[in-house]
């Protein structure tokens, strides 16, 4: 069995919602980012769960991730915590616990930010602005560990396109097929600024 070279962790980002895949299932950045990378058949795993907060990663996901460690991690978690049951304090230890344990010499680790995604909502404007709040808080905290722990980070929130609505599937939550492929293409442009390569050898 060939050994693990992409780990992907976190939720339905990961997971591939809003991109379907002909016949059943996703087809998603991670898969698409995956071809870019050129990885051997059975040589990716994706970990992402619909629903999934960082308490889950942490919980269940991480530990997965940490056996057998791939040379490439990716980390797409933290919405659910922002749109749910939201604590500042549970919400900046798990990412400081996620990112801290996959951290390494022998692992690149790839994150993004959180773009705005209550201006997709149909929300009363009060709540929009104070959702516009947490989210920028959570971003304030996410780069705080990324650069604490060495994690390579997309800034989503700092990057107009990410306000197209062509880039988000109808519930504005999710990616549409144009956004998972434009993610893909941002983050393999991350990876290779960052380490000069363009694919993960398979040996």
Not at 79 to 88: E, F, K, R, T
Not at 181 to 186: H, I, K, M
Request: net charge negative.
């Amino acid at each position: 069995m060939p050994a693990i070279r992409l780990t992907v962790l976190g939720d339905s980002f990961v997971e591939g919602r809003g991109d379907p895949a002909p016949g059943d299932g996703f087809r998603g950045w991670v898969s698409r980012f995956a071809g870019w990378l050129n990885l051997p058949r059975g040589t990716l795993l994706n970990l992402g769960v619909h629903g999934a907060t960082t308490q889950d990663v942490v919980d269940g996901q991480l530990r997965r991730a940490l056996v057998n460690k791939a040379p490439l991690t990716g980390v797409i978690v933290g919405v659910n915590d922002l749109i749910g049951d939201y604590d500042q304090v549970r919400f900046r230890r798990n990412l400081h616990t996620i990112f801290s344990s996959l951290a390494g010499a022998d692992t690149t680790v790839l994150t993004a930010g959180y773009p705005d995604i209550p201006g997709n909502l149909p929300l009363p404007d009060l709540f929009r602005n104070q959702m516009r709040e947490r989210f920028a808080e959570a971003n304030a905290a996410l780069y705080d560990v990324t650069r604490a722990t060495g994690t390579l980070c997309l800034g989503l929130d700092r990057l107009p396109e990410w306000r197209e609505p062509a880039l988000w599937s109808e519930d504005g939550l999710h990616p549409s097929p144009l956004g998972h492929q434009r993610f893909a293409d941002s983050m393999a442009d991350l990876f290779s600024h960052a380490t000069g390569m363009t694919a993960l050898n398979a040996a």
